[in-house]
């Protein structure tokens, strides 16, 4: 089975999370940022997953233009989505990721879970700093990513 990892990243966690992901599963993947290229050629890949940072609720606008010019296609393969994000409350995790994706291509989707994420202080402009520190209430990194959703989306995607 060959394998798309398909991403965006604004500060590294989301790639971050990729790699992780590509370590633990059993197949040939090859990453894709999102960044550096947009118009990428998915026909070759049986299985493609796709994750997205959340920044004030919402997913990455370069990840939503490559699932809404990529969506028949996507349907017709095997797919995984996630999300990484600091939210603490499941409710709202669960809100982030269907915002973050069409309905359609996540009732297709073999796994879906929110992995968590990190806030990387010397990665932040001054705006960025001032509102985290509002929010965290510290200034000091903080890594959430959560394994055990990591974990959870690699076994279902490898049923
Ligand atoms: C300004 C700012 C706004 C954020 N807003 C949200 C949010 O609305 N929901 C959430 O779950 N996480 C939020 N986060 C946390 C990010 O999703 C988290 O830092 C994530 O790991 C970023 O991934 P990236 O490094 O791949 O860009 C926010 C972070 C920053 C700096």
Excluded: W
């Excluded at 493609?48 to 997913?59: E, K, L, Q, R, V």
């Excluded at 370069?62 to 995984?80: C, D, P, Y």
């Amino acid at each position: 089975m060959k394998t798309a990892i398909i991403y965006y990243s604004k500060k590294g966690t989301t790639q971050k999370v990729a790699k992780i992901i590509s370590e633990k599963l059993d197949s040939k993947e090859e990453m894709f940022d999102l960044k550096n290229k947009s118009n990428l050629d998915i026909n070759s890949y049986d299985r493609i997953i796709i994750g997205t940072p959340i920044y004030a609720g919402n997913s990455n606008n370069k990840v939503k233009k490559f699932i809404a010019s990529n969506l028949n296609h996507l349907l017709n393969k095997e797919i995984g989505l996630y999300i990484c994000g600091m939210e603490k409350e499941e409710e709202k995790q669960r809100e982030e990721l269907e915002r973050a994706y069409p309905k359609e291509l996540i009732d297709k989707a073999k796994s879906k879970q929110f992995l968590g994420g990190e806030f990387l202080f010397e990665n932040m402009n001054f705006f960025e700093k001032m509102i985290i520190k509002k929010i965290a209430k510290t200034d000091k990194s903080i890594s959430e990513i959560n394994h055990q959703n990591i974990d959870r989306f690699v076994q279902e995607l490898s049923l």
